[in-house]
């Protein structure tokens, strides 16, 4: 996988939009709905080798996937309760790393006020409130 793959995952998610507040090699993926504030769900050198990414991850899923995965640790800098380091180098297949980017995503607009997660087509997560 590379950066260009990489990057058109995370922008494939509703709302998602790139931004760069730690500078310009490190891309920062969030959802935006409504006015409320963005919400980061990835984070990720594009350019770097090896190419990596960090992704939210439910805690109990995240240890079970770095148990099972030497790919996937607790994410540098990051809270490694609640969030993953991915190593996209090959050993891990894409479809599986788009799967964590969309739970990431998930996790993300889950936190979200009902009226912004329907905005972005979540109306399941609104009925599940309700």
């Known amino acids: ?56 991850c439910e805690p109990a899923l995240a240890e079970q996937l770095r148990a099972a995965h030497p790919e996937i640790t607790g994410a540098y800098h990051m809270n490694k309760t609640h969030w993953n380091g991915v190593r996209c180098n090959g050993e891990l297949p894409d479809d599986m790393i788009r799967d964590m980017i969309e739970d990431s995503y998930d996790l993300v607009v889950a936190g979200l006020p009902r009226r912004d997660r ?13």
């Open 1 to 56: 996988m590379d950066g260009s793959t990489l990057r058109g995952m995370c922008l494939d998610q509703p709302g998602a939009f790139e931004d760069f507040p730690f500078g310009p090699e490190a891309s920062v993926f969030k959802v935006r709905a409504g006015s409320g504030p963005a919400k980061m769900f990835a984070l990720s050198d594009l350019g770097a080798d090896p190419l990596s990414i960090s992704l939210k």
């Open 118 to 130: 329907e905005s972005l087509g979540w109306t399941r997560l609104a009925r599940e409130e309700a």
